[in-house]
């Protein structure tokens, strides 16, 4: 088990001063069976009014205005978590029962529908079908994902965050983002449900405790399969005790770290900055 210190800056500087903001910050872990949330804190400023709560998928959010003049927002998460380490179990099991699975549950059927996300290209659709027809459900997804991160590269400054799965494959290039986006649609192209995870990656497995690192927000996949399983195709890699995960979601618009609408300047400029600390 280890212990990790998140510390997640971002926020917008404006083209001058805006007169208000309202936004929605989901930046906060949540406590699940694979991880415990020892501490968590938002920091807004401009100091502001803000409403906490749970949204339809289970991610902690900070819904919040700012109604005084302000030329930037700044948003600091501080969270403290004990990640475990996980178990990916073998679930065999036909495609039939998969899909009569599928059928008897809510959650399953919402994540088994194409977003403008997550839409495949016909290239990726026959290739995840050809995976299909030849393995069971659980190994189909895992061999799905692997072909995914196997045929993208991981580029940032080439894609935005309305890029979609057909635009980021014609490229092969993209962030974590737009590979989860590619996977999710291959999955959910052959009858298996799947949902993307935001959350925190540790880069480094060799850290040494009360080491600071530079991190990232990162991105994943889970499929169900008779529970639910995690992959990172990013990095090829199971989710692991170095993954920290905030919310999930049928694709990034549901889970977005910060959004929001101000008036005022016509511009505005996003920056971002991760820093973990291995406690244990």
């Known amino acids: 088990m280890k ?32 991880q415990f949330v020892l501490y968590s804190n938002l920091d807004i400023s401009p100091v502001s009014s803000n409403h906490n709560y749970v949204d339809y998928w289970g991610t902690r959010v900070s819904s919040f205005e700012v109604l005084t003049p302000h030329a930037e927002l700044t948003l600091t998460a501080n969270s403290l978590v004990e990640v475990s380490p996980r178990e990916h179990a073998l679930h065999p099991m036909p ?23 997550t839409e495949p290209p016909a290239d990726v659709v026959a290739t995840a079908a050809e995976i299909a027809g030849r393995l069971d459900p659980c190994d189909a997804a895992l061999a799905i994902c692997r072909f995914v991160g196997e045929n993208m590269a991981y ?59 530079t991190g990232e927000s990162h991105a994943w996949v889970e499929w169900f399969c008779g529970e639910w399983r995690g992959y990172d195709p990013t990095n090829l890699i199971d989710i692991g005790d170095r993954h920290v995960g905030v919310g999930r979601g049928r694709d990034y618009n549901d889970i977005a770290p910060l959004r929001g609408v101000y008036a005022g300047s016509s511009g505005s400029q996003l920056f971002v900055k991760v820093e973990i600390t291995r406690e244990s």
Do not use: F
Not at 20 to 30: D, G, H, Q
Not at 200 to 213: F, N, Q, S, W
């Open 95 to 117: 495609w039939a029962d998969l899909a009569a699975l599928v059928a008897r549950s809510t959650a399953s059927v919402e994540q088994s529908w194409q977003t403008s996300l």
């Open 3 to 34: 212990r990790l210190r998140i510390r997640h800056t971002t926020g917008y500087r404006y083209q001058g001063e805006v007169a208000t903001s309202y936004n929605e910050a989901r930046m906060l872990p949540v406590t699940s069976p694979d």
């Open 155 to 213: 580029v940032q400054g080439v894609t935005g965050v309305k890029t979609n799965a057909r635009e980021a494959w014609a490229d092969r290039r993209g962030v974590c983002q737009d590979i989860t986006h590619v996977a999710l649609g291959a999955l959910r192209s052959v009858g298996i449900p799947a949902r993307y995870v935001s959350g925190y990656l540790h880069p480094r497995p060799d850290a040494l405790i009360g080491e600071t690192v």
